[in-house]
């Protein structure tokens, strides 16, 4: 990813009720919550897992957000949830059942036109109401989720067939004739009714997932294998972690048997020989794989599947990733050593992003490595937030290639595939702040935020304005004295001095970026930590080319902003973008004795994270890439030396 961050040196560890303040959910429903890797399994597991996560996080229901950027986010979003009606989700799935239907129809990618119609309406959508309902226990999205449930089920035939196209699809893939990705879209819908029942209990929602389950696996097992692969080839989503997911909470082996029957040979068979023949590949066809990989070996113990997962993500994070974290130029990865002539309009597709925290979580959940979560807050904080515009419109592509800008989505006639994950990412974003094992909780991001461990009596507060904050308070609530380790990472970029203060006293405690800081102690109620993260200017260089730069400020990438021409509403908001636009500008240039562009930007004084270049004939401003909206920008500079 770029030659200062740690993980590009291949050095890695082979009816709910209110209490204390959050939504909790009922043991039996705690029990199936715990048994998806998206909330991964605690004490409650439920048993069919044969390879446990080491390093536990908290169920959504026991942890909530604080006001700040991310909760911001989450509430935008919910917004939206609110804002599309059931009748307009539902229109092709109706027609398509043969059931009468007078709504308008949505347009974009779930016209009735488009091929691909249902991945959002039957599919992201659910599982973004089941995230939310997770996260903030409101009771009027989950109420309308439960009503668009009942009336899928209406729309699924009696074999199981459910989606918002006719099954003549599959039988156009199975005779290699042209189609768009029907599996992809089917994967969707069966984990939208998943999580419906995972997070929020809808009994219903299950059973439409399994009688889905069951026609896939009728329809599929007739196919002889050499057939198969060659379908395979064709997007299909995470069927294979969908089907794992449902032998989680089921037992029955046929699902699982499911998973594997969609291993995609010709992607797995390098990856589990660990050879990077990435190059060529379309990224967000085969990141969905490897998640399912890494269930697979979850499910089964197969560590050949877990050295696919392992391979795959670093050498995506180390080979394939821009400074930001994202992944992909035109959809697709291109041959290591190459990442700097793949600076494109149509860089850094969103559901790479989304996928690839994702596969993260397992990762990490196995090892417990905090240089993972080096890789995540970058993330979350360059490629997630500020691809959400203040109404909840998302965004398809990050463009890396300068002078171009951000578009989004529009309400109704979008939903690119970006805009269901999107709506996921959001739906969740508490979903990895804190992670635990049996005597340690581990605060693995810096926001606004609570969690609960209930097994301990004792809940955490964080209180912070990160990242505009250079640090953040822990204060404890505990019913009574608890011991336990309390561990914060340090992150890589934090080469500054990270201090603490407990109740007010300098603690010492050794703070080394690219690990933990532990603080074990008895804790009791009202103990407070403070600490100090400062932040530095730093460069992220493309591997390829060392003087194409990045600047960075802690964790944030910074833009430097070049103007509005020829901007307008009609070109910020799609359904074009600036992957239509073909002129190439300039990249901008930095001149520093040193070589590192950071040498010559300073930071202007204030709270508002701006920053200017310094000695350079023509000034210019940054901000973080993040805070970007509505303006051309570029985050790649050339630095030179030529004139100092």
């Not at 029990?31 to 908290?58: C, T």
């Not at 169920?59 to 950027?69: E, I, K, S, Y």
């Not at 509430?75 to 027609?95: G, K, S």
């Amino acid at each position: 990813m770029c030659t200062d961050h740690p993980l590009s040196r291949r050095h890695f560890l082979g009816s709910a009720t209110a209490f204390g303040g959050l939504f909790m959910l009922p043991r039996h429903l705690r029990a199936l919550q715990d048994a998806v890797m998206d909330i991964p399994v605690s004490a409650n597991h439920i048993g069919y897992e044969k390879v446990l996560w080491r390093y536990k996080d908290f169920p959504m229901t026991q942890v909530r957000m604080r006001d700040g950027l991310l909760k911001n986010a989450m509430e935008i979003n919910l917004q939206y949830l609110n804002l599309l009606p059931n009748d307009r989700l539902l229109h092709t799935f109706r027609l398509t059942a043969g059931l009468p239907s007078t709504a308008e129809p949505l347009g974009g990618w779930e016209a009735p036109d488009i091929e691909l119609r249902g991945h959002f309406a039957g599919g992201h959508y659910l599982s973004a109401c089941a995230l939310m309902y997770a996260s903030t226990g409101d009771e009027q999205l989950k109420a309308k989720a439960d009503a668009l449930v009942a009336e899928l089920a209406k729309c699924q035939q009696p074999d199981g067939y459910l989606s918002a196209f006719p099954v003549e699809f599959f039988d156009r893939l199975r005779h290699y004739q042209k189609v768009w990705a029907p599996f992809y879209t089917y994967h969707k819908i069966m984990a939208g009714h998943l999580d419906m029942y995972v997070h929020a209990g809808n009994e219903q929602a299950l059973h439409t997932c399994q009688r889905m389950a069951d026609w896939a696996i009728n329809y599929t097992n007739p196919i002889p294998d050499d057939q198969w692969q060659r379908m395979l080839l064709v997007e299909q989503g995470g069927m294979n972690e969908v089907s794992f997911n449902l032998y989680a909470v089921t037992g029955k082996p046929e699902y699982r048997d499911l998973g594997f029957r969609f291993e995609h040979k010709l992607i797995f068979d390098f990856l589990a020989d660990r050879e990077d023949k990435l190059g060529g590949n379309h990224a967000n066809t085969n990141i969905p794989k490897v998640i399912g990989a890494a269930r697979g070996y979850e499910m089964a113990d197969d560590h050949r599947y877990h050295t696919i997962a392992d391979f795959f993500w670093h050498a995506v994070t180390e080979d394939h990733a821009y400074a930001t974290g994202g992944t992909s130029d035109g959809e697709y990865w291109h041959a290591v050593g190459t990442l700097s002539t793949h600076l494109g309009p149509a860089t850094e597709e969103c559901c790479c992003s989304y996928n690839m925290m994702k596969l993260s979580r397992h990762l990490y959940g196995w090892t417990g490595d905090p240089r993972i979560f080096d890789y995540y807050e970058r993330l979350m904080y360059n490629v997630r937030v500020g691809t959400q515009d203040p109404k909840g419109m998302l965004m398809y592509f990050v463009t890396l290639s300068p002078g171009y800008w951000k578009t989004f989505g529009t309400p109704f006639d979008s939903f690119w595939c970006c805009t269901g994950t999107g709506v996921e990412e959001y739906s969740k974003v508490n979903d990895s702040l804190y992670f635990h094992d049996d005597h340690n909780l581990y605060v693995n991001l810096f926001a606004a935020s609570e969690v609960q461990w209930q097994e301990k009596g004792l809940t955490l507060v964080q209180e912070t304005n990160f990242p505009l904050e250079e640090g953040t308070t822990l204060t404890v609530r505990a019913d009574q004295p608890t011991e336990l380790g309390l561990k914060i990472r340090i992150p890589y970029w934090a080469k500054r001095g990270v201090t603490f203060r407990v109740n007010g006293r300098l603690h010492n405690v050794r703070a080394r970026p690219e690990s933990y800081a532990t603080l074990h102690r008895t804790w009791r109620n009202g103990d407070k930590v403070e600490v100090s993260l400062p932040m530095l200017l730093h460069v992220c260089p493309i591997p390829d080319a060392p003087t194409m730069q990045a600047v960075m400020y802690g964790p944030l990438v910074l833009a430097t902003g070049m103007g509005r021409e020829g901007l307008d509403e009609a070109r910020i908001y799609g359904p074009n973008g600036p992957w239509d636009d073909h002129r190439k500008y300039p990249m901008p240039e930095l001149i520093t004795a040193s070589g590192q562009g950071s040498d010559a930007v300073r930071r202007v004084p204030g709270d508002d994270l701006r920053f200017e270049t310094v000695g350079q004939p023509t000034p210019m401003q940054l901000k973080p890439l993040y805070q970007v909206m509505d303006e051309r920008y570029s985050v790649y500079w050339k630095v030179n030396t030529k004139a100092v």
